[in-house]
């Protein structure tokens, strides 16, 4: 049996955006998954071909982002969830940083986030329910040395989605942001069991957060393994 309605990932690669979707496709959602490579998408889709559904878009044009809602909805049924997973970063020193690299990291992890979030609130709010979920970094919180190309959008993504909170929230919807604090993958590097965050685990906390009741909604959430220090 199919759970109500449907839930858009932006943002899926091989590691927690397909998590995410699997998750929520193993709840029994249909899930559209954003990314731009169509080949990709088409790879993953078959790891549940009745629930995952590859959707190609450019996640910083606007048009194609409200394309994809669109046809999300057309083909899927109306959105209970949208979570934003995108973001890209390009390592420098502040004073070498080429400023079509910074725009781009800016375009790539905040821009885009703007842009999906504002397309499922328009979308939700005419139902008055629907969750949007967005991932953080340890950048969200602090820029680090040689991090402003990651720690800029990351500490806008943050405040767009404060912001989305403290609007919506009246409205139904529940807007939660999510810092994940340390390095995400297995074990299988040689570092000690459990030492990085799975993306299994990190899938279900999603989950989680889109179950919550509105009585006691979290707006913000930290994952980190046990050998993170913080």
């Known amino acids: 049996m199919s759970a109500e309605g ?3 990932v932006a943002g899926v690669g091989p ?5 995410v979707a699997t998750c929520f496709a193993r709840d029994g959602y249909r899930v559209a998954m954003l990314a731009r490579s169509a080949d990709r ?3 993953m889709a078959t790891l549940a071909p009745d629930r995952l559904v590859g959707l190609p878009c450019d996640l910083t044009d606007a048009a194609q982002v409200s394309a994809a809602f669109d046809e999300t909805e057309r083909r899927l049924g109306p959105l209970a969830c949208a979570v934003f997973n995108a973001g890209t970063y390009r390592p420098g020193s502040i ?3 080429a400023p079509t690299d910074f725009e781009q ?7 885009a986030g703007f842009l999906v979030g504002q397309a499922a609130a328009r979308r939700m709010v005419a139902r008055g329910s629907g969750t949007i979920l967005f991932t953080g970094a340890t950048a969200s919180l602090r820029g680090s040395a040689n991090f402003a190309n990651l ?3 990351k500490f806008a993504l943050r405040a767009v989605a404060q912001t989305m909170a403290r609007e919506l929230g009246p409205k139904g919807i529940h807007v939660a942001h999510i810092i994940i604090d340390g390095r995400i993958g297995g074990d299988d590097d040689g570092s000690p069991p459990n030492s990085r965050l799975a993306p299994v685990a990190i ?3 999603y989950l989680d957060l889109h179950r919550q009741h509105r009585s006691a909604w979290s707006q913000e959430i930290d994952l980190r393994p046990w050998s993170e220090r913080f």
């Open 15 to 19: 590691g927690l955006g397909i998590a």
């Open 105 to 111: 990291c800016w375009r790539v992890g905040a821009f």
């Open 151 to 153: 720690a800029s959008p």
């Open 6 to 8: 449907s839930v858009l």
């Open 95 to 97: 004073l070498d940083i």
């Open 41 to 43: 998408l088409a790879a």
């Open 203 to 205: 899938a279900e906390v």
